[in-house]
């Protein structure tokens, strides 16, 4: 004889995604890292002409305790501005991404389809509110 199990227990329910549409968890961790390696190479291109002033200051002055002094604020400062250049951009690319993939995928839901105009509505949604909002 075999045993039966009257009592099955219930199937794990998984929600059906449409084709085409991407995890905007994944994206959005993609995004965060792409906008800090962005932000912090943007702000380290940008900080040369800081280091040619020091520079000219470093020729100007013969004491090595202040030559010593100068170089340290100028890594000092140049760190913090690099850190913060990829911590902004970290996080106004991933919002970015976030807010994108998440308008694309609530549409593409709703409509039942995921077509091209999911993709314009989302990043023209998108786009309108980090223009209105993100301005440097």
Known sequence: MEAT?????????????????????????IGIFAGMLY???????????KDAEVTLKLGSTEDKREQYRL?????????????RGSIVGGVCLGMFTATFYS???????????????NIVGAGSATASAFGLTCKK
Not at 104 to 116: F, K, P, R, S
Request: aromatic share 4%.
């Open 5 to 29: 199990d009257d009592a099955e227990s219930p199937a794990p329910i998984a929600s059906a995604k449409l084709a085409g549409t991407v995890n905007w968890g994944t994206t959005t961790v």
């Open 39 to 49: 932000g912090g190479s943007k702000e380290a291109a940008a900080s040369v002409s």
């Open 71 to 83: 170089m340290k604020d100028a890594m000092e400062k140049r760190f913090i501005r690099v850190t």
């Open 103 to 117: 308008l694309q995928n609530l549409l593409a839901e709703q409509q039942g389809v995921h077509d091209v105009f």
